[in-house]
T-cell receptor, first 112, second 119 residues
Framework: NAGVTQTPKFRILKIGQSMTLQCTQD?????MYWYRQDPGMGLKLIYY???????DKGEVPNGYNVSRSTTEDFPLRLELAAPSQTSVYFC???????????FGPGTRLLVL | AQTVTQSQPEMSVQEAETVTLSCTYD???????LFWYKQPPSRQMILVIR??????QNATENRFSVNFQKAAKSFSLKISDSQLGDAAMYFC????????????????FGTGTLLAVQP
């Protein structure tokens, strides 16, 4: 199993540009999550999904959108990039609500 | 709302020695989960150890063990026989249990402790 994979590893965006961060897991996990990690801070939940077709907001959803058309994929969309979205983004998944979340390697995003 | 506090921004330990990282949390819930995650320079978040609040026995994973004090809301991580590969940022995290009712997907993280291992 590859586990949780994320692409790209690093990206520079200009203000106002849009992009999609990709996340894929091959563990047949129902639950998937997007977190952001700002410098010197812990992770904060952006969005999560409890299964294909079902998504919900986390702590910091503004400026982001998600979709979950398959069990494996959970892309995160930034529509109008802002400097405040400069961060490291982590995708995670778990099989059940009570199960441990497993993280991908992260995507570093710089908005200039 | 639940909070997680890690009061040690940085720690240092000699190789082969033992180090303890502190974590305290605040919650009104009786049922929850606590985690320690390791984040090496590669940025991958790696689960180190997990504790279920309703279990009195402290969790252990090889050289890693916890001291879980539920009444004091304390959850410290002990690393024995420290190795150079243990150098990383360590995050303490809290998650509510579904037995409290409602969706409980969110992991609440502390701000992390950067551990250096000296050869």
């Amino acid at each position: 199993n590859a586990g949780v994979t994320q692409t790209p590893k690093f990206r520079i965006l200009k203000i106002g540009q849009s992009m999609t961060l990709q996340c894929t897991q091959d563990m047949n996990h129902n639950y998937m999550y997007w977190y952001r990690q700002d410098p010197g801070m812990g992770l904060k939940l952006i969005y999560y999904s409890v299964g294909a077709g079902i998504t919900d907001k986390g702590e910091v959803p503004n400026g982001y959108n998600v979709s979950r058309s398959t069990t494996e994929d959970f892309p995160l969309r930034l529509e109008l990039a802002a400097p405040s979205q400069t961060s490291v983004y982590f995708c995670a998944s778990s099989y059940r609500l009570e199960e441990t979340q497993y993280f991908g390697p992260g995507t570093r995003l710089l908005v200039l | 709302a639940q909070t997680v506090t890690q009061s040690q921004p940085e720690m240092s330990v000699q190789e082969a020695e033992t180090v303890t990282l502190s974590c305290t949390y605040d919650t009104s819930e009786s049922d929850y989960y606590l985690f320690w995650y390791k984040q090496p320079p590669s940025r991958q978040m790696i689960l180190v150890i997990r504790q279920e609040a309703y279990k009195q026995q402290n969790a252990t994973e090889n050289r890693f063990s916890v001291n879980f004090q539920k009444a004091a809301k304390s959850f410290s991580l002990k690393i024995s026989d420290s190795q150079l590969g243990d150098a990383a940022m360590y995050f303490c995290a809290y998650r509510s249990s579904f037995r409290n009712g409602g969706a409980t997907n969110k992991l609440i993280f502390g701000t992390g402790t950067l551990l250096a291992v000296q050869p």
